[in-house]
């Protein structure tokens, strides 16, 4: 689908003189609103076709990246659905950085890329409810479970297994690489505002289970667990992982 965006450095035209003159204006096209994104002196301002402010640009990009209208930035960056087409190829996704934070968008702002946004509840909840855009959301957990070894069981529990193909590789990986350990932090949180929230106590379960246990993931810190853990939205379940995670950390002890 592409971006459609174009840049004209003329005045927009719909737009009056008295608000046009002495600025700087480019015209910016988007198709997530029928409208017309005008930057005016470093400042967005959206123009609806009957020449009434449309909805604030600034607070839709995620929005507009889900709908495949955007790409990441910084430039050049890809669309959502270029990203999606990385499963399977690890090095990609291991080194490339930008394109976390606008896969899973949350409310605060990414340490990752400057360049992305704070998710907006009015995103969260468009993506919510179109069934196109939730279906990309499962899509890049797929594709980041795949990355970690790890593989979606069932949709309707969470339930997360080894994915018998390439968990082998796929932990050395993830026991020497700590920015990964970010990542889920940042995928689990964002699961929770997309409307994915079961998904994030057996994700977390496992990981527990494969660091304490199986000791196949050791080399994630008991401070990484503890960021995973308060990222879960639900007080009640927050409580109860915690409770597990103090329970198995005490056990280790004696």
């Not at 198709?31 to 839709?60: H, M, Q, W, Y």
């Not at 959502?80 to 080194?95: M, P, V």
């Amino acid at each position: 689908m592409g971006t459609s965006a174009s840049k004209d450095e003329s005045q927009e035209p719909g737009a009056s003189a008295s608000k046009n003159e002495g600025t700087n204006v480019k015209k910016v096209t988007f198709n997530a609103f029928d409208s017309v994104i005008v930057e005016r002196d470093g400042k967005l301002v959206n123009i609806s076709p009957t020449g009434n402010a449309g909805p604030d640009p600034s607070k839709c990009l995620n929005l507009m990246f889900y709908r495949n209208e955007i790409p990441t930035k910084p430039p050049p960056g890809a669309l959502i659905e270029e990203i999606l087409a990385w499963k399977g190829d690890y090095l990609k996704l291991e080194f490339e950085f930008h394109y976390l934070p606008w896969l899973f968008p949350n409310k605060d702002e990414a340490i990752a890329n400057k360049h992305s946004v704070p998710l907006q509840p009015t995103e969260a909840q468009a993506i919510q409810n179109d069934p196109v855009l939730r279906g990309r959301v499962l899509r890049a957990y797929k594709m980041m479970l795949d990355f970690f070894g790890t593989e979606l069981v069932s949709e309707e529990t969470g339930a997360v297994q080894r994915n018998a193909a390439n968990w082998r590789e796929r932990f050395v990986n993830l026991n020497k690489s700590a920015k990964n350990h970010l990542r889920i932090t940042r995928i689990i949180k964002s699961l929770g505002e997309l409307g994915f929230e079961h998904f994030q106590l057996p994700l977390i379960l496992f990981i527990m289970k494969e660091v304490m246990e199986t000791k196949e993931l050791s080399r994630i810190s008991s401070d990484s667990i503890g960021h995973f853990i308060g990222a879960v939205k639900n007080d009640e379940k927050r409580a109860l992982l915690t409770k597990e995670f103090t329970h198995i950390v005490t056990s280790d002890k004696s």
